[in-house]
C-alpha cells in the first residue's frame, strides 16, 4: 500500500512539475515579455497622456462655451433689470416706457421687449404697433418661475405670440414701491442671438448644441444639410441624462451616423444643457493603432525567443532521456548500470545515482530487519503502543492499542476511535490535543495523563505517556505512545473509598439519632417506664427503617414501602389509604421520614384518627415542578383536635430535628376535624 502511494505521490509530482522545454519556454518569456511590457506601459502611457489633454482640452472648451452663454444672458438680465427701473414704467406711462423699451432693444439684439401683468396680458410689445390689441402671452412658464421666486428666469425654446416663431425669453420682475411684483418684463430673443456664440467655441470636427430642459435644441453647429433643427429634439443618448448637472463622455452616435464621445454641462443660470461631442476615433484611434503596433512587436519578439527555446531544448532532453530512465529504475529499487552520454554533467549524476543506489540496496535490508523485531516486540507486550511519523501518518500500531480502542485498525489520527478521548472533567480531546499530537508537535514528553475513553458505550479509564522520537541532529522525527487499562484499578479505589465513607458516616448518623431519641424521649416522659417504653418504640422504628435500607444494600427505598411498614402496626380494617407515584428516596432521607410517619402515626393512635373505629387516615405523595418531594398526611373523623399546649417530643422530632437535618419544610395544622401534616422535602 505505502509503495502504491508513494507511486501516486510520485506521479502527483510529475504532472505537477514542468519539463525542460516548458522551462525554456519561460525563460524565453520571462526574458522577452518584461521588455515588452515596460515599452508598451510607456507607449500606453504616451498615448494616454495625449488622449487625456484631448479630453481636458475638449472640457476645458466645454466649460467656456456654457459660461460664455451665461454670460450674454447675464447681462440680458442686467439690462432688463435696468429698464425695469425706468421711471416712466414705475409711474405708469406706458407709452413713454415702450419707446424707452424700443431702442433697449435695439441694443439688446432682442426681436421685442414684452411687459405683462401677473395673469400673463401683454400690457407692452415692441414688435406691435401702438394701439394694436395684444393677445395674451402663449407660454407662461418663465413668468410663474418670476412669480414664484422673484428672481429673473429664463424660458425653454418657445413660439411667439404673435408670428409664432421660435424664440427664448428672459423674464425679470417689476417691483411695486411695496416691493411686491407689479409687472414682469421680458425680452424674446432669437436662437440666432446664441449660435453667433458657437462659431467662436465649436471648432470643426466638433458638434456643439445647446438643449433647454424639455430637450429641444435651441443652437447646434455645424448645420445638417443646411438646416440648423432649431426646434427639433436632441439625440436620445443626451436625454436620458437631462436634468443632471453633467455627464461626460457619453458614448453616442451623432444625426449623420457617426460614433460620438458626447458631454454636457447644465447652466444653473438657464437651465439649460450646453453639449459638445467629440468623434470616438479622436480618443480612441491613436490608443487602439498603439496597442495593434505593441502587439506586433510583442509577438514577433515571442517568436523569436520560442523558436531558439525549441532548438536548445531539443539538445537538452536527448541528453536527460537515459537520466530520467536510470531515476525510475532507482526509485523502483532496480540497479542499473550508468551509460556515457554527451552531457558531462549528467554523467556524473549518473554515477553518483548508481552509489546511491547500492547505499540504499544496504540500508533497506537493516531497516526490515530491524522492523520486523521492532513489530514483534510491540505486538506481544500488554500496552497499546501508537507509532506516528513527523508527517501524521500512523506508521505502527499493536493488537492491544487496537483492543483499546475497539477497532480493527487505525489509519490516521483523525479516526474515530481516537477522537473519543475525554479528560476526566468531560471535556473532548481535540486531534492537536492529543498527547501523542502534543509530544510530535510540541517536543514534550507526557507521562501519566488519564484520560477517559468511550468504546461500545461504555467509558474507560487509561493512562497515557507520548514522547517525541528524535534523529541524530536532535529533529522530531515522530512520536510514539503507550496506553494502559486502568479502569478495574479505578474502580476498585473507588469502591473501598465509599465504603469507608459510608461506614463513617452511617455510624455517625445512627450515633446522633440514637442519642437525639433518647435525650428528647426522657424530656417529654413522666415516669421511668414511660420513657422506657417510648425509647423502646423509636428504637424500634429506627431498627425498621434499617433493615429497609439493608434489604434494598443500603442504596435507598421505596416511599411506599416506608409508609406501608410504619403504618402496620395501626392500619386496620382498610382505615387508611395511600397514593403516590413510585419513589425511591436516599438512606439519610428514608430514616428522615420513617422516624417523622412513626411520630404521627403514634400520635394518631394515642389522640388522633387511629384512635377511634369510624377514624380514617389518607397519605399522599407527590413531585413537584421544582423537584421537591410534597408529603400529605390527613386525619378525617377522628375525636376533636386541639392545639397542644406544649410541644411533645413528636412535634419537636418533625418541625426542629428533622427539618434542620434533612433541609425539609413542615407545617402542622391542628384543624378540629383532623390533624393535617404537610412535608416539603428537598432530595
Request: contains cysteine; aromatic residues 6%; charged residues 20%.
Amino acid at each position: 500500500m505505502l509503495q502504491r502511494n508513494a507511486q501516486a505521490e510520485q506521479q502527483r509530482q510529475t504532472r505537477r512539475g514542468w519539463s525542460i522545454k516548458a522551462y525554456l519556454v519561460a525563460l524565453a518569456l520571462s526574458s522577452t515579455l518584461p521588455i515588452a511590457i515596460a515599452a508598451g506601459f510607456f507607449a500606453y502611457h504616451l498615448v494616454s497622456a495625449s488622449s487625456q489633454n484631448t479630453r481636458t482640452e475638449f472640457e476645458d472648451r466645454l466649460r467656456l462655451l456654457r459660461n460664455a452663454i451665461e454670460m450674454r444672458i447675464d447681462n440680458v438680465i442686467e439690462d432688463l433689470e435696468i429698464l425695469a427701473r425706468s421711471p416712466t414704467l414705475q409711474e405708469g406711462r406706458l407709452s413713454d416706457f415702450r419707446q424707452h423699451a424700443a431702442e433697449a432693444a435695439k441694443l439688446i439684439g432682442a426681436i421685442a421687449i414684452v411687459l405683462t401683468d401677473r395673469e400673463g396680458r401683454q400690457l407692452v410689445n415692441t414688435r406691435q404697433p401702438p394701439g394694436t390689441p395684444l393677445p395674451p402671452r402663449a407660454n407662461l412658464d418663465a413668468l410663474k418661475r418670476v412669480l414664484e421666486t422673484g428672481r429673473p428666469q429664463v424660458s425653454d425654446l418657445i413660439r411667439a405670440s404673435v408670428d409664432g416663431l421660435p424664440i427664448i425669453t428672459v423674464d425679470v420682475p417689476v417691483r411695486a414701491n411695496d416691493g411686491g411684483i407689479r409687472y414682469v418684463l421680458a425680452v424674446g430673443l432669437l436662437p440666432q442671438y446664441l449660435s453667433a456664440l458657437m462659431d467662436a467655441y465649436v471648432p470643426a470636427g466638433i458638434i456643439g448644441s445647446i438643449v433647454d430642459r424639455k430637450g429641444i435644441l435651441i443652437a447646434r453647429r455645424p448645420y445638417i444639410d443646411g438646416v440648423e433643427l432649431v426646434g427639433q429634439p436632441t439625440i436620445p443618448e443626451l436625454r436620458q441624462h437631462l436634468g443632471q448637472p453633467s455627464a461626460l463622455w457619453i458614448k453616442a452616435v451623432s444625426r449623420s451616423g457617426v460614433p460620438t464621445y458626447t458631454s454636457f454641462f447644465r447652466s444653473e443660470r438657464t437651465g439649460w444643457s450646453v453639449n459638445m461631442a467629440l468623434p470616438r476615433d479622436a480618443i480612441d484611434g491613436p490608443v487602439r493603432r498603439a496597442n495593434m503596433l505593441f502587439a506586433a512587436a510583442v509577438l514577433a519578439a515571442l517568436l523569436a525567443s520560442l523558436l531558439f527555446a525549441r532548438l536548445v531544448a531539443s539538445r537538452f532532453l536527448h541528453a536527460l532521456t537515459g537520466l530520467e530512465q536510470h531515476v525510475a529504475q532507482l526509485g523502483a529499487a532496480r540497479l542499473f548500470v550508468p551509460q556515457p552520454g554527451p552531457v558531462l554533467e549528467v554523467n556524473r549524476m549518473e554515477g553518483v545515482l548508481h552509489r546511491v543506489g547500492l547505499e540504499i540496496a544496504e540500508a533497506e535490508e537493516a531497516i526490515e530487519r530491524e522492523r520486523s523485531l521492532l513489530r514483534a516486540t510491540v505486538q506481544t507486550i500488554p500496552i497499546g503502543v501508537l507509532l506516528v511519523t513527523a508527517n501524521g501518518r500512523i506508521s505502527l500500531v499493536n493488537r492491544k492499542m487496537l483492543s483499546l480502542c475497539g477497532v480493527e485498525e487505525l489509519r490516521s489520527l483523525e479516526d474515530q476511535a481516537l477522537l473519543s478521548y475525554f479528560r476526566p472533567d468531560g471535556t473532548p480531546y481535540t486531534p492537536s490535543q492529543l498527547p501523542i499530537v502534543r509530544a510530535l508537535e510540541d517536543g514534550h514528553t507526557i507521562e501519566g495523563e488519564e484520560v477517559l475513553h468511550k468504546v461500545a458505550g461504555l467509558t474507560r479509564h487509561e493512562m497515557i505517556n507520548a514522547a517525541p522520537v528524535r534523529d541524530g541532529m536532535g529533529t522530531v522525527i515522530a512520536a510514539v505512545a503507550a496506553c494502559y487499562d486502568v479502569t478495574d484499578v479505578r474502580t476498585a479505589m473507588k469502591r473501598q473509598q465509599i465504603l469507608l465513607d459510608e461506614i463513617n458516616h452511617r455510624v455517625k448518623n445512627t450515633l446522633a439519632t440514637v442519642q437525639s431519641i433518647a435525650r428528647v424521649s426522657l424530656s417529654s416522659a413522666t415516669t421511668m417506664e414511660e420513657y422506657a417504653e417510648a425509647f423502646e418504640r423509636r428504637l424500634i422504628a429506627l431498627s425498621s427503617a434499617y433493615n429497609l435500607l439493608t434489604e434494598n444494600n443500603w442504596e435507598g427505598a421505596d416511599l411506599r414501602t416506608i409508609v406501608e411498614r410504619t403504618l402496620a402496626p395501626f392500619a386496620r380494617g382498610g382505615r387508611t389509604s395511600l397514593g403516590g407515584p413510585a419513589l425511591t428516596l436516599t438512606p439519610k432521607l428514608t430514616l428522615a421520614l420513617s422516624a417523622a410517619i412513626q411520630e404521627l402515626s403514634t400520635n394518631a393512635a394515642k389522640y388522633g384518627a387511629l384512635s377511634v373505629e369510624q377514624g380514617r387516615l389518607e397519605v399522599s405523595w407527590s413531585r413537584q415542578d421544582d423537584g421537591r418531594l410534597a408529603f400529605s398526611w390527613i386525619e378525617r373523623d377522628g375525636p376533636p383536635v386541639r392545639k397542644p399546649t406544649r410541644r411533645g417530643f413528636g412535634t419537636r422530632l418533625i418541625q426542629d430535628i428533622l427539618a434542620m437535618d434533612s433541609g425539609w419544610s413542615v407545617n402542622l395544622d391542628y384543624a378540629p376535624e383532623g390533624l393535617r401534616c404537610t412535608m416539603l422535602i428537598v432530595e
